[in-house]
């Protein structure tokens, strides 16, 4: 393998995340993204990154998952939050230009985003 | 699908949904044969023979819940409109190797996409996955590994969100440099 170019970068990032790893106390926000071949065609994959930039550039603590087609193929994409002791609350039709609007609603401040609801779940 | 990276990704949620523990993606650019070869492997469950003859049927799928299996079917016909086609050989217990062929300068070929996109969003559901990439154009090869980036890792997750941003950011200079800097896909 070509070593990477950026080694030293990985290494330092390493460094800063270790501590945030050691830090962690778990029972974090599950963040969960439909990547079903409905939902990629639909654009599962741009709202994926979406949720990761926006994760780490709000340095915020959650799991990101994927799951298969749950049969609501219409409204892929489809995320679902899972906040610890909270209802599952599934998100359709999502837009990368939602995601800073569920991140920030939802998963720092607990309001659910109730015009992009499909579903909830206990 | 737009773009043959959502294809890959695609046929690699079929991997790890056949429990495959390593993938590898080949992709090959072949300027003089116009020839755009990707490959992907793994070594998951696998299909008997049987199968295999149907898979490229879309209502053919392992699933219970409905009886239809888009993913494959949708590849093959990407790329028997771009000059190509598919092939497929698995053995029940060992694995599965798709291979898909398309004119790389055929008009009706879809763009490469966003590979970088592809491969942090296959890590980010598949943090375990040992993924191997590589990529040729013409005589020159890039190769990314998980494993390597594992190992400097250490203790640090690779799904973690700043990682895999770093390693998108990473993949994305690496095949334009591949590319002569002139961005990551050629057509």
Same mark, same amino acid.
């Given at each position: 393998?070509?070593?990477?170019?950026?080694?030293?970068?990985?290494?330092?990032?390493?460094?800063?995340?270790?501590?945030?790893?050691?830090?962690?106390?778990?029972?974090?926000?599950?963040?969960?993204?439909?990547?079903?071949?409905?939902?990629?065609?639909?654009?599962?994959?741009?709202?994926?990154?979406?949720?990761?930039?926006?994760?780490?550039?709000?340095?915020?603590?959650?799991?990101?998952?994927?799951?298969?087609?749950?049969?609501?193929?219409?409204?892929?994409?489809?995320?679902?939050? #899972?906040?610890?002791?909270?209802?599952?609350?599934?998100?359709?039709? #999502?837009?990368?230009?939602?995601?800073?609007?569920?991140?920030?609603?939802? #998963?720092?401040?607990?309001?659910?985003?109730?015009?992009?609801? #499909?579903?909830?779940?206990? | 699908?737009?773009?043959?990276?959502?294809?890959?990704?695609?046929?690699?949620?079929?991997?790890?949904?056949?429990?495959?523990?390593? !993938?590898?993606?080949?992709?090959?650019?072949?300027?003089?044969?116009?020839?755009?070869?990707?490959?992907?492997?793994?070594?998951?469950?696998?299909?008997? &023979?049987?199968? !295999?003859?149907?898979?490229?049927? *879309?209502?053919?799928?392992?699933?219970?819940?409905?009886?239809?299996?888009?993913?494959?079917?949708?590849?093959?016909?990407?790329?028997? &409109?771009?000059?190509?086609?598919?092939?497929?050989?698995?053995?029940?217990?060992?694995?599965?190797?798709?291979?898909?062929?398309?004119?790389?300068?055929?008009?009706?070929?879809? *763009?490469?996409?966003?590979? *970088?996109?592809?491969?942090?969003?296959?890590?980010?559901?598949?943090?375990?996955?040992?993924?191997?990439?590589?990529?040729?154009?013409?005589?020159?090869?890039?190769?990314?590994?998980?494993?390597?980036?594992?190992?400097?890792?250490?203790?640090? *997750?690779?799904?973690?969100?700043?990682?895999?941003?770093?390693?998108?950011?990473?993949? &994305?200079?690496?095949?334009?440099?591949?590319?002569?800097?002139?961005?990551?896909?050629?057509?």
């Amino acid at each position: 393998m070509t070593k990477l170019k950026s080694l030293d970068d990985l290494r330092r990032l390493r460094e800063e995340l270790q501590k945030e790893v050691e830090a962690r106390q778990g029972g974090e926000t599950q963040i969960i993204v439909g990547m079903g071949t409905c939902g990629i065609a639909a654009g599962a994959r741009e709202v994926m990154t979406a949720i990761l930039e926006e994760l780490a550039r709000r340095n915020i603590k959650a799991t990101v998952l994927q799951t298969g087609c749950i049969g609501m193929c219409e409204k892929e994409p489809l995320v679902d939050v #899972v906040r610890p002791g909270e209802k599952r609350i599934t998100y359709g039709h #999502v837009t990368p230009r939602d995601v800073p609007r569920i991140i920030g609603e939802h #998963v720092v401040n607990g309001r659910i985003v109730e015009d992009l609801v #499909v579903g909830r779940a206990n | 699908m737009e773009e043959l990276a959502l294809h890959i990704l695609d046929l690699v949620q079929n991997s790890l949904a056949a429990g495959a523990t390593e !993938v590898v993606i080949e992709i090959k650019e072949d300027a003089a044969g116009d020839l755009l070869i990707i490959t992907i492997k793994d070594n998951g469950s696998g299909m008997d &023979q049987e199968f !295999v003859r149907r898979v490229l049927d *879309p209502f053919t799928t392992t699933r219970t819940t409905r009886r239809v299996g888009l993913g494959l079917s949708l590849l093959a016909m990407a790329a028997r &409109q771009a000059g190509g086609d598919v092939q497929i050989s698995s053995e029940k217990g060992k694995g599965t190797t798709v291979t898909a062929t398309f004119g790389l300068r055929h008009w009706d070929r879809p *763009p490469l996409g966003d590979v *970088p996109a592809t491969l942090v969003t296959v890590l980010a559901g598949a943090p375990k996955l040992d993924l191997i990439y590589r990529h040729t154009v013409d005589d020159r090869t890039f190769t990314f590994c998980t494993r390597e980036v594992r190992r400097e890792l250490g203790e640090v *997750p690779i799904n973690d969100p700043k990682v895999l941003t770093f390693l998108k950011r990473y993949l &994305q200079e690496a095949l334009t440099s591949l590319h002569g800097g002139g961005g990551v896909d050629e057509a």
